[in-house]
């Protein structure tokens, strides 16, 4: 039996090495992730295709088997994401609200543009999403109202195609995973509680999760956004604090699930997000693959050639959170760090999954 292939995505979660300043994956506390990291095998995965720009709307349909070659349309995710209906020959627009410096617009500003653009655009239909966000629906071309002041238009894109089987189950908040998860073809749940922000009951996600486990799924995807708006925030703290909090109240459960359903377990970020900058990279990110074993019943290090040839590494964070230092703790070389998979060879998602 293969067992369920349950896939946890840290939006946002690592960040770029650079000076001696510990990234939040090092600094965060992670007991779960760690024994994970000590008993299964590290990689790292290079997720965004040369040429486009980092994003979820990139990186997340890569690592799950789509490979974008070019601009994804983020106008077909965002209608995806909320069940807004667009017809064959329409389009989505996402178009965001914007103050003179090009800011997001406040909610009176918004609501004004809003009216503003459906009076003007009377054959396109014009949504509210979230804050200053809207999305016109409508048929092409993009109509001339749009280029109104005050508002700003997310280029058009190719629109994701299904490749996931049928019984893919993805759990997240109302966003871009889940426009994305559902425009693959997953099966999309959102528990009440979650938000994708850093405050979002992860707890209520990996209940969703487990009942799909326990339910028979084959397939579950987790998506945790709140490392990623943490980031774009500048919230240092705040970062740290949902990758904890993702470690035990996510992680640590589905590993309890996995091991009682059998089938694997992997854990990585889908792109960075440095909360020095608020600003997305495409550095190839670390990822976790636990092959469903019992949590601190051995130290196997995984076959994967990948990480053969790793060497033990200072500890970058000895002096901020001490997780070398506990008692089971995994060493500083083995946990899910950008750090202690810097040495491995890159695994490029694109041709390998391109060539299956
Ligand atoms: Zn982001």
Redesign the pocket.
């Known amino acids: 039996m293969v067992g369920v292939d349950v896939l946890v995505i840290l939006?946002?979660a690592s960040e770029p090495l650079g000076g001696a300043r510990a990234t939040s994956l090092e600094r965060a506390s992670t007991p779960a992730l760690d024994a994970l990291a000590r008993e299964g095998t590290l990689s790292r995965l290079r997720m965004v295709p040369a040429g486009l720009a980092p994003?979820?709307e990139v990186a997340i349909p890569t690592l799950l088997g789509w490979i974008p070659d070019g601009t994804v349309d983020r106008g077909a995710i965002e209608a995806a994401a909320r069940g807004i209906a667009v017809a064959p020959g329409e389009r989505a627009w996402r178009v965001d609200a914007v103050t003179p410096d090009g800011d997001r617009a406040g909610d009176a500003a918004t609501r004004r543009a809003a009216r503003a653009l459906q009076a003007d655009a009377c054959a396109h239909a014009v949504h509210r999403l979230a804050g200053h966000r809207l999305l016109l629906v409508g048929p092409p071309p993009l109509p001339a109202a749009t280029r109104a002041v005050g508002l700003r238009v997310w280029p058009e894109g190719v629109v994701i195609s299904p490749t996931l089987e049928r019984s893919t189950v993805m759990v997240a908040a109302i966003g871009a995973a889940a426009g994305i998860g559902r425009l693959m073809g997953a099966r999309v749940l959102t528990p009440a509680g979650a938000t994708g922000g850093p405050a979002s009951d992860l707890a209520a996600k990996a209940a969703c999760a487990v009942q799909a486990i326990t339910g028979g799924a084959t397939r579950v995807i987790v998506h945790v956004g709140g490392p990623?708006?943490a980031?774009?925030l500048l919230d240092f703290e705040a970062k740290v604090a949902v990758i904890e909090r993702a470690d035990r109240d996510l992680i640590a459960p589905l590993a309890a699930a996995i091991r009682r359903a059998s089938g694997t377990l992997r854990v990585c970020p889908d792109h960075g997000?440095d909360p020095a900058t608020g600003q997305?990279d495409a550095h190839p990110v670390p990822c976790v693959r636990w092959p469903g074993r019992d949590l601190g019943a051995r130290g196997a290090h995984g076959d994967d050639p990948a990480v053969t040839g790793m060497r033990p590494a200072a500890d970058p964070a000895g002096d901020t959170q001490g997780n070398g230092d506990a008692a089971g703790a995994a060493p500083v070389s083995r946990r899910l760090t950008e750090r202690a998979v810097a040495d491995l060879a890159v695994t490029d998602l694109m041709p390998r999954l391109v060539a299956a």
């Open positions: 939006d946002g994003g979820s990623d708006e980031a774009h997000c997305h």
